[in-house]
């Protein structure tokens, strides 16, 4: 026999009450009434040794009574071993390994690691596991096998052979990417019927659950409901972080709108110190391959949840990196800085001779201040037979103000454009008849039906209609700069655009025709301008606002504020973005060479080399060549990782996520052996047939117990 609830069966020492009130209670047989003690209240003698039970039938049915009714509310059962040898029921355990820069403090991977090994250790023979590991991307370790072709013995065993060879990388943190696409695999898989419904399905997530680990697209995903989540987040020893970065110093527009074109340079550290942590004095030093350099250091001091910036020395010239010293983990240490030599650009511009200078596009052109201390650019004048500068490496743009004798020019420009140029069209001026331009922009867009007129100007046109998401009038989205009222255009052509030619009409006049337009060429593009810059045409080569519209035009990628080629780790990295002379050489199917800091090309498992980018797996320096180019470029841990804080677990029922720690095997046992006890138990309910005859002493006693009292009654007293 065996008790449900065996702690009530300690009720039964109850039984000590009826003994001790016997003992007291008891009181002579006979009286003897005494005249002079008739008003004094009467007292039952104490208990001494000498005292006896007395009514021992009723001692016994009373303490019987107790004890029926404690083991009733114990809940026995008659034990039946065949009842109770069923097995368990195997499960289907994802487990989701953190990968990411954050988990490469020693302590967080070295706790991962164990409680991974601790979970297998746990598992019951017939549970089924699989193996993810997720940073950026989820990547599959020992898959889940939807069709249940190996054995649960073989993936655990698959499972723990793989546990050596796993390493955290550097790049960021999207738990959310690696949670949905796993719970929508186990879903699948129910659904389908390729795995049995009832099973039960258990994701292990094992991460540091650090402050910014990509859960915001959490937020509406419908959870499974039949998945439950195991969160175990693994913390450091010391807590807190402090992160290293250059400042940069992009281009400021004032309130006028003018835009400084100079570009970003390296001027100061901003540190970073988490709000947990326990470091506050740092000290920041140029540091080589060999270490911190001399005389080079700087003390600074971060209290605990604030940021600091400080001024730097000039780099020594062997310098590779700024280091940070004092901070718990040093991962996010180094900031590296990579040599940043100008690339020589040339600008040519084919257009008419003018008598006024005031008067020419190209005169404009050369006074603009386009040159910056990562690109170098120079404007060429150059004629229609001296067009054999496309060929050139380092021209990058053509301008061109059409005309009868450029005309024959568009196949070789389009050409240009195709493999990563850029080709600015303005028609400046009003023409007799567009029948060139009109021929010319046909054949430089490869599209039928464009139609050029004058347009009827009265006093002056105005800009209503401007595209702030393109890259050209983006920096004038904030509400201050985006007054355009005082750019005004006393003459402009009409242009008509085909319905095919993907064409992007980038700012229009009040009157809704275009007056930018842009079209991507292979590797490169073509703007239309419909007005010129020069005063006969607008006030636009006057306006503060001219040299970033020209500067979005000529690199609308944003090339000119990537001083550093500074980079995080899994970025893409475009090669026309590092290196704009590269652009024309992808076309060339040259292959991309990554060359570490020793002067050898890097394997793969450090970058991944496309056509026209590289995605680089590790922080560093590297070299980009590609044929006879090259640059250098940093990268730097992604920011994201230096943010330790750690993060609640119950943060993931908020996105309404059931979870549910993983039972081990002999817990698992233990709940299904009780599961079956109180099956068992209610089915015998034997406690109904205790309660049943307890409360049939008590009546018995009470019947006894009256019955003794009025024999005690009759009998006579002295």
């Known amino acids: ?29 006979q009286h003897m009434q005494f005249s002079s003690l008739m008003f004094l209240s009467s007292s039952p003698p104490r208990l001494t040794r000498r005292s006896r039970l007395d009514n021992l039938l009723l001692l016994l049915l009373r303490a019987l009574a107790i004890v029926l009714i404690a083991i009733a509310f114990a809940r026995p059962y008659l034990r039946q071993q065949s009842f109770l040898n069923s097995t368990l029921t195997g499960r289907n355990i994802v487990v989701l390994l953190d990968t990411s820069a954050s988990m490469q403090r020693d302590d967080i991977w070295k706790g991962a690691v164990q409680a991974l090994r601790e979970l297998i250790d746990s598992l019951s023979p017939e549970d089924r596991l699989a193996l993810y590991t ?9 898959p889940f096998e939807q069709d249940g072709a190996a054995s649960p013995v073989a993936t655990v065993a698959a499972v723990r052979a793989a546990i050596s060879k796993l390493e955290p990388g550097w790049q960021r943190t999207e738990l959310s990417a690696g949670l949905r696409s796993i719970a929508d695999m186990l879903s699948a898989a129910a659904i389908s019927g390729k795995t049995d419904a009832a099973v039960e399905n258990k994701i292990v997530l094992i991460s540091d659950l650090a402050a910014d680990s990509g859960l915001d697209s959490l937020q509406g995903y419908p959870w499974p409901p039949n998945i439950n989540l195991d969160c175990q987040q693994i913390l450091p020893a010391v807590p807190g972080n402090a992160r290293l970065a250059f400042m940069q110093r992009e281009g400021t527009m004032d309130d006028s709108g003018d835009v400084d074109t100079v570009e970003p340079t390296l001027v100061k550290l901003r540190v970073e110190n988490n709000r947990e942590s326990l470091a506050q004095n740092f000290e920041l030093t140029w540091a080589d391959a060999a270490g ?18 400080v001024p730097i020395v000039d780099q020594p010239p062997s310098a590779t990196h700024v280091q940070l010293l004092g901070d718990s983990w040093d991962g996010d240490n180094h900031a590296f800085a990579p040599a940043s030599p100008p690339v ?26 386009l040159s910056t201390p990562l690109v170098s650019r120079e404007v060429v004048v150059t004629e229609v037979e001296q067009l054999n500068l496309l060929s050139d490496v380092t021209l990058k743009v053509v301008v061109v103000e059409p005309t009868v004798h450029t005309a024959g020019t568009a196949p070789a420009l389009r050409e240009f454009a195709s493999t990563g140029g850029t080709v600015v069209v303005s028609l400046a001026r009003a023409e007799d008849s567009f029948e060139s331009s009109v021929k010319f922009l046909q054949t430089l867009c490869d599209a039928d039906g464009m139609q050029v007129s004058e347009a009827s100007v009265r006093d002056y046109a105005l800009l209503s209609s401007i595209d702030y998401q393109h890259p050209v ?25 085909p319905e095919t030619g993907d064409f992007r009409v980038i700012a229009s006049y009040d009157d809704g025709s275009p007056m930018l337009i842009e079209q991507l060429v292979g590797n490169g593009r073509v703007w239309i301008m419909t007005t010129g810059w020069q005063p006969e045409a607008s006030t636009l080569a006057l306006s503060s606002k001219f040299v970033p519209i020209l500067m979005g035009m000529l690199d609308p990628s944003g090339q000119r504020r990537r001083l550093l080629a500074s980079f995080e780790v899994g970025e893409r990295i475009e090669i026309a973005q590092v290196l704009p002379t590269m652009a024309g050489a992808t076309k060339q199917n040259a292959i991309v060479r990554v060359m570490g800091k020793d002067g050898q090309e890097v394997s793969s498992g450090v970058a991944v080399v496309h056509p026209d980018a590289v995605e680089i797996l590790q922080p560093g320096l590297f070299t980009l060549q590609l044929n006879e180019l090259s640059r250098q470029i940093a990268v730097q841990v992604p920011a994201s990782e230096s943010q330790h804080s750690p993060l609640d677990p119950d943060i993931f029922a908020q996105y309404s996520i059931e979870l ?19 099956e068992l138990e209610g089915k015998q309910r034997l406690w109904q047939w205790l309660i049943a005859a307890g409360l049939a002493v008590l009546g018995l006693e009470t019947v006894l117990a009256g019955w003794q009292a009025r024999q005690n009654t009759a009998a006579p007293t002295t």
């Open 1 to 29: 026999m065996g008790l449900l609830a065996p702690l009530y069966a300690l009720a039964a020492l109850a039984v000590v009450g009826p003994i001790l009130f016997h003992l007291i209670r008891r009181q002579p047989k």
């Open 134 to 142: 997720v940073d950026a991307v989820v990547t599959p370790i020992v």
């Open 292 to 309: 911190p350099i001399a005389g080079t250091s700087t003390s600074v001091q971060v209290p605990a949840g604030q940021v600091r910036v």
């Open 344 to 369: 020589s650009q040339r600008i040519a511009f084919l257009g008419p001779t003018v008598a006024s200078e005031e008067q020419d596009l190209g005169y404009f052109l050369k006074k603009t201040p």
């Open 473 to 497: 009038f983006a920096p004038f989205a904030d509400p201050r700069f985006n007054d355009f009222s005082k750019l005004r255009f006393w003459n402009y052509r009409k242009l008509t655009l």
């Open 660 to 678: 549910g720690s993983v039972k081990s095997d002999a817990e698992r046992r233990e709940s299904l052996r009780q599961l079956q006890i109180e």
